[in-house]
T-cell receptor, first 109, second 111 residues
Framework: GIQVEQSPPDLILQEGANSTLRCNFS?????LQWFHQNPWGQLINLFY?????KQNGRLSATTVATERYSLLYISSSQTTDSGVYFC???????????WGAGTKLIIKP | DVKVTQSSRYLVKRTGEKVFLECVQD?????MFWYRQDPGLGLRLIYF???????EKGDIPEGYSVSREKKERFSLILESASTNQTSMYLC??????????FGPGTRLTVT
């Protein structure tokens, strides 16, 4: 099955810094999502991005499907950005997503 | 606005009790999912449903069953709760190959 690897596993930054999170996947996909899990456990949709580039405020994401990776950029980090960021991919229209292990981000004030 | 709701945020049950976790979505999605999340193990799929009354086992179905009698509602049932089922349970829904949306989660403790 498809393997998903996220890097780095942990990231500690000062408020205001920029960061890049990476997601590598081992096969072709037709679904790729980035999620942020907040300290209360809620998984919040950031991007649905099987290919191309999207931006939403301070966050943007790029997926290069032919090279099997996706990047999540966070600019001008705030303490509320802390949490775990997950990448999940799918290769079947109806069924499950395959999850990466996540990147734990801590933003210090 | 997209909405997936779960019946409880926190739940405490005793070993051997029958436990029902309810999930409701208002997006007319065909597909619904139940995951559990444990520290160091990530999200693991328990069961999913691609239509009313249809279900498929995920990666860890043992000790669980599900019910989908209406399109908007997907229930997870622990027939006889055990302490190793203490976990965070997350429900999700999606349509086709598009975005999957999650509910707020239920933290279940079995004592």
């Amino acid at each position: 099955g498809i393997q998903v690897e996220q890097s780095p596993p942990d990231l500690i930054l000062q408020e205001g810094a920029n960061s890049t999170l990476r997601c590598n996947f081992s096969d072709s996909v037709n679904n790729l999502q980035w999620f942020h899990q907040n300290p209360w456990g809620q998984l919040i949709n950031l991007f649905y991005i099987p290919s191309g580039t999207k931006q939403n405020g301070r966050l943007s994401a790029t997926t290069v499907a032919t090279e099997r990776y996706s990047l999540l950029y966070i600019s001008s980090s705030q303490t509320t950005d802390s949490g775990v960021y997950f990448c999940a991919v799918g290769a079947d229209s109806n069924y499950q997503l395959i999850w990466g292990a996540g990147t734990k981000l801590i933003i210090k004030p | 606005d997209v909405k997936v709701t779960q019946s409880s945020r926190y739940l405490v049950k005793r070993t051997g009790e029958k436990v029902f976790l309810e999930c409701v979505q208002d997006m007319d999605h065909e597909n619904m999912f139940w995951y559990r999340q444990d520290p160091g193990l990530g999200l693991r799929l328990i069961y999913f449903s691609y239509d009313v009354k249809m279900k498929e086992k995920g990666d860890i179905p043992e000790g669980y069953s599900v019910s989908r009698e209406k399109k908007e509602r997907f229930s997870l049932i622990l027939e006889s709760a055990s302490t190793n089922q203490t976990s965070m349970y997350l429900c999700a829904s999606k349509s086709g190959s598009y975005e999957q949306y999650f509910g707020p989660g239920t933290r279940l403790t079995v004592t």
